[in-house]
């Protein structure tokens, strides 16, 4: 299928999906040069769209006020899902960042740590989902390992390490890119296996399993509405949050 990446950055979520058989088109992205502001697409053209908008000002290690640049970059998402019309969109961010819902799509809301896909890390990633045929995405998730290292845009282990951390083969690297802008690229990506394990469940989306009501991505059986505690937890958080709001 063809795929549209926004805010692509290096190309670490369109890694994970260009190994699961899809075909990645980039869009604009800053450190390149472009502006998705003066980005159009025809509609129609593309199977999905995918992408990662900017989340500083949704993060919770920021230390300055919001300049509304986050808040603006979920518009220009949403308006070229809007002028694309694909059958599914797909967006990464962190937790914090607001609800992204688009009209005539469905609503999907994860929370997923790279540790559940392999990584011998425990960040936190958070991913919006979106179909016009209604179907949801079934994550398969592997047992955390103990590990308390986590990969930041910041971070200042050797860049062997942050590589190995992310997934990415041992000789990735960008000649043009200076030491710390490639660090920064690398700790702002998706973790390798985190995004196949998304394009995976793109492929095998379904309408026809009952989900866990956290939006975690786990299948429920019988009369059980969560998956496990932590779920039910998740989901009362998470609603008291909004309450509060």
């Known amino acids: 299928m063809l795929v549209l990446s926004l805010f692509p950055g290096i190309g670490l979520l369109d890694r994970g999906f260009e190994d699961a058989g899809f075909c990645v088109v980039r869009g604009p992205d800053l450190i390149f040069g472009g502006d998705i502001r003066r980005f159009h697409v025809p509609a129609g053209r593309f199977d999905g769209v995918i992408g990662g908008p900017p989340c500083q000002d949704f993060s919770k290690a920021r230390r300055i006020e919001q300049t509304g640049e986050g808040a603006d970059m979920l518009h220009q998402f949403v308006r070229v899902v809007t002028e694309a019309k694909p059958q599914w969109w797909l967006a990464e961010n962190v ?61 200042n282990r050797p860049l062997a390490e942050i590589v190995g951390l992310q997934g990415l083969p041992p000789d990735f690297d960008i000649p043009a890119f200076t030491r710390g802008a490639l660090t920064r690229a690398i700790g702002n990506g998706v973790p390798y296996g985190m995004a196949y394990a998304l394009a995976q469940a793109v492929l095998n989306r379904t309408t026809g399993v009952t989900l866990c009501a956290c939006s975690c991505g786990r299948p429920v059986t019988g009369r059980r509405i969560y998956y496990d505690g932590a779920c039910r937890k998740r989901a009362f958080d998470r609603q008291f949050k909004k309450q509060l709001a």
């Not at 994860?110 to 392999?118: H, I, K, Q, R, V």
């Not at 994550?139 to 390992?145: A, F, L």
């Open 95 to 155: 937790p914090g960042v607001p609800d992204i819902r688009i009209d005539c799509y469905s609503w999907q809301r994860l929370d997923l740590n790279a540790s559940e896909f392999g990584h011998d890390q425990r960040r936190l990633r958070h991913v919006q989902f979106g179909a016009l045929d209604g179907s949801a995405l079934r994550i398969d998730r592997k047992k955390s390992p103990a590990s308390n290292a986590t990969v930041l845009a910041n971070d």
